[in-house]
């Protein structure tokens, strides 16, 4: 016979919950602060606001006139503000005050009335099933300690016959390479959990219920100094950020393509873009 779990099997359960749902809510605290400082100088960045990019994400999903949009941790409304141009309505979610007040500012300066904003979590998105016909969400999953439950939060709101796509920055397939540039965005933006190498993004498609993803691919290119000024490191991590940087340019120890001009630091962050239909 088996032997029943005793009281004390119960209270480790309960502790340990409780420890998760702890580490949970000090980690949404942490994106909420880092997003509330980071919301004008990220929302505005040339590598968030570029219409190009929009554009790769509204052909991902074949975004028509008839449909309908979620856009999860929607940030400063960029994506939303994109696809409100092409579809009847967009929605975007948000779990950062500061980033939705932006948001909704963007809307009005170009006049957009079939956009909505709301404030709550990812992983329990306040939508019916089904909900939507187009279910995105864009730099994000790099902040999310478990992604596959967001994405399954994303497929339930999405109808049978709709879209969903997830687009990021992926690492190299080089465990070592990957992991230094997780701790270098960890020093960055105290909030990054992990970016994934796009083979872990796309197994969570299928462990979410989808089909196989068709992907895309584009770059955010830049110069350093650019990304430090709309990031909020720790004190003295900034430093520690522009050595890691010189010394990929030599080593490719972040593996992303690094180049130094003079005083200037530029870089590559490879993006995938995930798309496929809910059956």
Same mark, same amino acid.
């Given at each position: 016979m088996?032997?029943?779990?005793?009281k004390?099997?119960?209270?480790?359960?309960? %502790?340990?919950?409780?420890?998760k749902?702890?580490?949970t809510t000090?980690?949404?605290?942490l994106?909420?602060?880092?997003?509330?400082k980071?919301?004008?100088?990220f929302?505005?960045?040339? !590598?968030?606001?570029?219409a190009?990019?929009?554009?790769?994400?509204?052909?991902?999903?074949?975004?028509? /006139?008839?449909?309908?949009? %979620?856009?999860?941790a929607?940030?400063g409304?960029n994506?939303?503000?994109?696809?409100?141009?092409? @579809?009847?309505?967009?929605?975007?979610i948000?779990? !950062?005050?500061?980033m =939705?007040?932006?948001a909704r500012?963007?809307?009005?300066?170009?006049k =957009? &009335? $079939?956009v909505?904003?709301?404030?709550?979590?990812? !992983?329990?998105? /306040?939508?019916? #099933?089904?909900?939507?016909?187009?279910v995105? !969400?864009?730099?994000?999953?790099?902040?999310f300690?478990d992604p596959l439950? @967001?994405?399954?939060?994303?497929?339930?709101?999405?109808?049978?016959?709709g879209r969903? =796509? @997830?687009?990021d920055?992926?690492?190299s397939?080089? +465990?070592?390479?990957?992991a230094?540039?997780?701790r270098m965005e960890?020093?960055r933006?105290?909030?990054?959990?992990?970016?994934?190498? @796009?083979?872990?993004?796309?197994?969570l498609?299928?462990?979410?219920?989808? +089909?196989? *993803?068709?992907?895309?691919?584009?770059e955010?290119? &830049?110069e350093?100094?650019?990304?430090?000024?709309?990031?909020?490191p720790?004190?003295? #991590?900034?430093d520690?950020?522009r050595?890691?940087f010189?010394?990929?340019a030599?080593?490719?120890?972040?593996?992303?393509?690094?180049? %130094?001009e003079?005083?200037?630091v $530029?870089?590559?962050? /490879?993006?995938?873009v995930? *798309?496929?239909?809910?059956p």
């Open positions: 088996g032997r029943r779990a005793g004390g099997g119960i209270e480790v359960k309960g %502790l340990r919950s409780e420890k749902n702890m580490e000090n980690h949404q605290a994106i909420v602060d880092q997003f509330s980071q919301a004008i100088a929302s505005t960045a040339k !590598t968030i606001a570029d190009t990019a929009h554009q790769l994400l509204i052909d991902a999903v074949g975004a028509g /006139p008839d449909d309908t949009v %979620l856009d999860v929607c940030g409304g994506v939303v503000c994109a696809f409100a141009g092409i @579809v009847r309505h967009a929605t975007g948000d779990m !950062t005050p500061a =939705l007040d932006h500012a963007m809307a009005r300066e170009r =957009l &009335d $079939n909505s904003w709301d404030q709550g979590q990812a !992983t329990a998105l /306040p939508y019916a #099933d089904g909900a939507f016909i187009i995105v !969400t864009r730099f994000s999953f790099h902040h300690i439950a @967001v994405l399954r939060e994303m497929v339930r709101v999405c109808a049978p016959g969903v =796509l @997830v687009a920055m992926h690492t397939t080089d +465990p070592a390479k990957g230094e540039f997780n960890g020093l933006d105290p909030s990054h959990v992990r970016a994934l190498p @796009v083979a872990e993004l796309e197994a498609f299928p462990a979410a219920g989808l +089909p196989e *993803a068709k992907i895309r691919f584009y955010l290119r &830049d350093l100094e650019n990304l430090l000024g709309r990031s909020f720790n004190p003295g #991590d900034g520690r950020i050595e890691i010189r010394s990929s030599r080593d490719d120890r972040l593996g992303i393509p690094v180049r %130094l003079g005083s200037h $530029n870089y590559v962050y /490879p993006v995938a995930l *798309a496929a239909t809910r």
